[in-house]
Each structure stands twice: as structure tokens, then as C-alpha cells.
């Protein structure tokens, strides 16, 4: 699995957010809200690995297989942490995240 590149969507300042979408959604499931949480916060809503656009699992789905996308996004980005914000499969990852160190609040 290439986990250099998830489609996302970046914009506003401010704290950094990473929002992740629920099973079978994208990125694009956050849009409504995007301009609200952009004026104050630095927010990235990334599709997970294994959802339309989103990178290809080539082997067996494991426990740490999208976190870790989101974890590589988060680098990318350059947030060591942020806070997170999950819908459904989304909020699963995140309390992964929130294991790992990475989030400095969770809402899931």
C-alpha cells in the first residue's frame, strides 16, 4: 500500500484538526462543515486507505493499517499532533491515534 498519498482537503489557520470520515465516505463527507471549523482552526480531512480515492490495501487489513495512513498524512502536514474528530470507523482511528500520542483532543 502507497501510504505517500491520501486525497485530503487542507485550509484555515490556527490549531491544527484532522478530521476522519466514516466507513464507505471520503473526505468530501466533512465539506458542510469545512468553512465553519477553517476560521479558526488549520483543518486536513483525509480519505482513509480501502475508500474511494483513497490508497489501496494490497495486503491483509490489520488493526494499525489506517491509522497508519492518517498517521503518515498527519506528518506530511507537519502536525505532531492534533485534535481529531471521527465519524463512526473514523472515531475508531482516531482512539488509535489518541494511543499513539497524536491527538491532543478526540471527538469520536
Known amino acids: 500500500m502507497d501510504r505517500t ?3 485530503f482537503h487542507r485550509g484555515g489557520s490556527g490549531p491544527p484538526v484532522v478530521l476522519i470520515h466514516g ?3 471520503t473526505w468530501r463527507g466533512w ?3 469545512l468553512p465553519e471549523l477553517e476560521r479558526h482552526h488549520d483543518v486536513l480531512a483525509v480519505t482513509q486507505a ?3 480515492g483513497g490508497p489501496a490495501v494490497d495486503g491483509p487489513l490489520t488493526e494499525s493499517t489506517l491509522p497508519d495512513v ?3 498524512a498527519m506528518d506530511r502536514a507537519g502536525f505532531r499532533t492534533a485534535h481529531i474528530v471521527g465519524n463512526s470507523l ?3 482511528v482516531s482512539l488509535q491515534l489518541a494511543e499513539r500520542g ?3 483532543s478526540v471527538v469520536a
Open 5 to 7: 498519498f491520501t486525497p
Open 23 to 25: 466507513f464507505t465516505d
Open 31 to 33: 465539506e458542510p462543515i
Open 50 to 52: 480501502g475508500h474511494a
Open 70 to 72: 492518517i498517521e503518515a
Open 90 to 92: 473514523g472515531g475508531f
Open 102 to 104: 497524536r491527538a491532543d
